[in-house]
């Protein structure tokens, strides 16, 4: 039986952080009740691309869970909200911080109702301090967080992550917040409230940056592939595309150069040393390309794994998706999007348990409210 | 009282994926006994950037742990080990997958003389598959994950995204997979083992490329600081740097138009809509800029806040240390290194919750083995 089985989230949320979060807790074994606006729903429904009519990228998130429309001002739709709510074990919301509270559902408000209840919310810069109404993207708290000042080619403009992890990794911390209250409340008998900001998220994953800002007082910069204080670590051109090449200390780098046929002594004094490595990197890549760029990146990778050294090809997604170890993890999975019959790939799920069973597909997502009826017959239940 | 107070896990990993769960867990309220190699410790007590001679990076990622340090083969330390497993509720690894069978701490071994015992692994490919050992580096997984083929310049080589994401959202997966086996074990009295892969969880947070990639056959590729497919929605340059300019939708675009006085007609077909603007980016970006070169970045967020359009200045690390809301949610938040007196900051907790005290500093990172006595006394009481 799955960890979370029997736990219901009734998930408010629309777009990504909040649908990322509830999509993590039902592939862990909870039942997810998406609550939507009529009419339009969630508004990751027009999202590109679409199969079939459908928006991938919608289904992607939302595969599996169940969907009803609400009207949160309206009399009839409030008296089910409420009826679902003391049924839940898990509310989640990504409203502007206050909204809640005028809809009549702030914590406070539900605590005293359903003291069990967890609240779970996420917000782009949380539910307190002087900034906490203001409307961000990921793309905001990617800027504003720091991580684009670190993400780029050495001298160029800021780029951004290409995934969209202002978003996602709000969305993770959201789960393990909502996780824990779970667990403690065994304990207890009581829900919590978890209150989880994008922009905190951001300095969150960012350990290395900040303690090179604040250990030396210089902000660190952007140095493309390249890692900023080991050489060589970076990627490399082969003659068909990008590969890893990652020697962390002087014994591997004599290693590497044995194993690429590297025209060059590893106890030259401009490379003996990480650090004189590091001051050379740039004549560094050039000897390694004049080598690398003679073969396709598998002819490498194939000498650099049966040296035991680390590496990889740069992979595009396409080739992602056919990655035979990823396959064999169950990590891409065949989605139905829609009554067409046409089927799309999606993320499996990451966290492999003994007490939870592996799937093979992800289910359909849901239409806009087809689940009302459903929905309604369990809660006469 | 914190959710997990009461709880111990066992850390037996170094560097980053495996400390940076643990630190999570800590977060939340467990006490964390990190097990290191007699002599050298942790690798990363040797990594800069150093504070009175110790790892800043060190300290961020293992304040407030205990340590002690354990020669897994000698027969005294393995019983001091024995005894510690048989307290701990979770005991978390990152070696090579048959490693902790060689050792005799395999989870079979384990759940068997500890059945409430929560295993947790992550590694680089994964317990499973045909490439189950090879060794992984963040920007192995980067790279083979796919994420460096979307972050970069539009006709430039991939980049590395800064934050370390191939070892911190594997931690982060990590730390779900234990939280949901410690509430299911006070249901089912039974442990569990997780499994996390560094190169599966890279694909668990690109929905949005898988979708591309999948539902259209084709990869996407790289678009700088670009939406690959909104418009407006990058970064622009003001006289002192950059910041973000994101318009949704048509209104949006018109709202800006008017907010930033840009020099042209929102209903100019080249512009009127996301399409024609995705069409004419590179046009619309000089326009844009030619107005915002004007003046600095602080200027035009307070035009664009006054209007309620979310934006941001691209704030390098140092800012990102001094962002009043970051300091207002207690994300920056100081720590001792040592017995020297010296601090630096590192990130406060990104989970807020109402059953968890917000703490205003983090303690000292332990010496090797310092906590042997107070470990071996615990153990006996």
Same mark, same amino acid.
């Given at each position: ?106 914590w ?16 782009g ?26 993400t ?38 009581? @829900?919590a409230? *978890?209150?989880? $900001?994008?922009? =905190?998220?951001?300095? +969150? ?5 900040? #303690? &090179? ?27 068909? @595309?990008?590969? *890893?090449?990652? $020697?962390?200390? =002087?014994?591997?780098? +004599?290693?590497?150069c044995?194993?690429? #046929? &590297? ?34 990146a ?52 990451p ?20 689940d ?10």
């Amino acid at each position: 039986m799955a960890p979370l089985s029997g736990i219901t989230v009734l998930d408010l949320t629309h777009v990504l952080a909040g649908p990322y979060c509830s999509h993590t807790l039902q592939d862990l074994g909870a039942k997810v009740i998406k609550v939507e606006r009529p009419g339009t729903g969630d508004d990751t429904r027009a999202f590109p691309p679409f199969v079939n009519g459908a928006s991938a990228y919608f289904a992607t998130l939302n595969a599996g869970k169940q969907s009803i429309a609400l009207d949160l001002k309206a009399p009839t739709d409030r008296d089910i909200l409420d009826r679902l709510l003391a049924r839940a074990d898990v509310v989640l919301e990504n409203y502007r911080p206050g909204v809640m509270e005028r809809l009549g559902y702030g914590w406070e408000a539900l605590h005293a109702r359903h003291p069990r209840l967890i609240y779970g919310a996420v917000s782009g810069f949380g539910h307190t301090g002087p900034e906490a109404g203001k409307p961000a993207y990921d793309m905001v708290v990617q800027a504003r967080g720091g991580v684009m000042s670190i993400t780029g080619e050495e001298g160029g403009p800021p780029v951004r992550v290409g995934a969209s992890i202002g978003d996602i990794v709000a969305g993770m911390f959201l789960a393990q917040g909502v996780l824990a209250a779970l667990y403690d409340r065994e304990r207890t008998g009581e @829900g919590a409230k *978890v209150d989880v $900001a994008m922009l =905190d998220s951001q300095l +969150a994953i960012q350990e290395h940056a900040i #303690a &090179l800002a604040s250990a030396t007082g210089v902000a660190p910069g952007r140095t493309g592939a390249r890692h900023p204080t080991i050489t060589p670590f970076s990627t490399y051109r082969a003659a068909d @595309g990008f590969f *890893v090449i990652a $020697a962390g200390n =002087d014994a591997m780098f +004599a290693h590497l150069c044995k194993t690429l #046929a &590297l025209p060059l002594n590893p106890a030259d004094p401009r490379f003996a040393t990480n650090a004189a490595r590091c001051d050379n990197h740039a004549l560094l890549k050039r000897l390694i390309e004049a080598v690398t760029l003679e073969h396709p990146a598998a002819h490498w990778i194939a000498r650099m794994e049966a040296a035991g050294l680390p590496t990889a090809r740069v992979q595009d997604m396409a080739e992602v998706l056919r990655d035979p170890q990823l396959l064999a993890r169950a990590m891409v999975l065949p989605v139905l999007p829609d009554a067409g019959g046409t089927t799309f790939t999606a993320p499996g799920n990451p966290i492999k348990m003994s007490s939870l069973p592996e799937i093979d597909h992800r289910r359909p997502a849901p239409g806009l409210d087809a689940d009302r009826k459903a929905i309604l017959d369990w809660l006469t239940r």
